[in-house]
């Protein structure tokens, strides 16, 4: 990669104006996130070389058996941020509760709160296969100057002022939106830089791809099944490819590029959904809806959602618009 291209630092000073509230905070909190991906990506580069792979002996609040990398990728994040001194919170997938943060010399002035999923798809690790970070940000809610409450957090996806994902596999991307469009950028690891390589992403309006766990698919409801199976079908231009990788964000990272649904509904065994709604869903739903795509949790859009715990749950189907409506006709038969 060459000169040419535009780095993350120059492209967040230049679209800074474009961001209605404008005052340099946001860019020094992106340029943390930036700073702790680069972190995260030197320790999974380094995954089977040292000890940092396979469980930590732990389990999250949801249960989940975390990772050695999990707990790693959580600290980096959360110290990255807490000592740029640029949020009042901090939540995370891995933490029972929020964290509240009052930076030295400012007495809680800080304006954003940030939720984030700091390593996705972990299991992953194990075998060599992409994982990703997802992170959401929001401004807070509760009177500047004191500490940031639950209500901080639990806002609807619209309030979402920025989002993104950063991808760790061939190469190391980090892809993110404030709101007026989607940019994705490379990581040129012999320089340590990441360079604008992808601008303005969009999903194809329909695509080839549904991406499900089908090993789940006893389990699922009818209207679910009956989806599968018209993708399935050898029919126009389908039967469409089936492509699971179990990491959303590689699900998610291919899909908007080559165009394909992502799925992860409610079934007999998960009556809530799996996937997490501040964590995963809103953010990537964020993404999407700039990126010409939607999401939904099979009968209405996502971002309206308005959360009532930090670890909630719901169904997800996110990706090309024709596709994501299909999939919605097909649920609403049985609802």
Do not use: W
Not at 63 to 86: C, M, S, W
Not at 250 to 257: A, E, G, K, V, Y
């Amino acid at each position: 990669m060459t000169r040419q291209y535009k780095t993350l630092g120059e492209f967040i000073i230049e679209n800074q104006d474009s961001f209605k509230y404008s005052s340099g905070e946001l860019s020094r909190l992106l340029n943390g996130i930036r700073l702790a991906a680069k972190v995260v990506n030197h320790e999974v580069n380094k995954a089977g070389l040292v000890d940092i792979i396979g469980e930590a002996g732990d389990t999250n609040i949801q249960g989940e058996n975390q990772q050695k990398l999990d707990v790693l990728a959580n600290e980096k994040f959360i110290q990255t941020l807490k000592k740029r001194e640029i949020v009042c919170g901090i939540a995370s997938e891995e933490e029972d509760d929020f964290i509240s943060i009052n930076s030295f010399d400012n007495n809680h002035q800080n304006k954003y709160v940030v939720l984030i999923d700091p390593l996705d798809g972990s299991s992953n690790i194990d075998v060599n296969v992409s994982v990703g970070t997802i992170f959401s940000i929001y401004r807070r809610i509760t009177p500047v100057g004191t500490p940031v409450s639950l209500e901080d957090f639990l806002q609807p996806g619209i309030n979402q002022i920025a989002a993104g994902y950063i991808v760790y596999g061939t190469s190391t991307m980090l892809v993110y939106t404030t709101g007026d469009g989607v940019n994705g950028f490379t990581l040129n690891p012999a320089l340590g830089t990441f360079y604008l390589s992808h601008p303005n992403m969009k999903f194809p309006e329909t695509g080839k791809i549904y991406s499900v766990n089908e090993g789940n698919y006893v389990h699922f409801p009818q209207g679910v099944k009956d989806y599968i199976k018209y993708c399935q079908k050898e029919e126009d231009d389908r039967p469409y490819t089936s492509r699971y990788i179990g990491s959303l964000v590689s699900d998610f990272h291919r899909n908007m590029i080559k165009g394909g649904i992502y799925m992860y509904p409610k079934s007999s065994v998960a009556s809530e959904g799996k996937l997490r709604l501040l964590y995963e869903c809103n953010p990537m739903a964020f993404i999407a809806e700039q990126a010409n795509g939607i999401a939904s949790d099979g009968k209405g859009r996502i971002m309206e959602i308005n959360p009532t715990e930090l670890h909630q749950r719901v169904p997800f189907f996110c990706g090309s618009r024709k596709m994501v409506e299909k999939a919605e006709e097909f649920i609403r038969k049985y609802n």
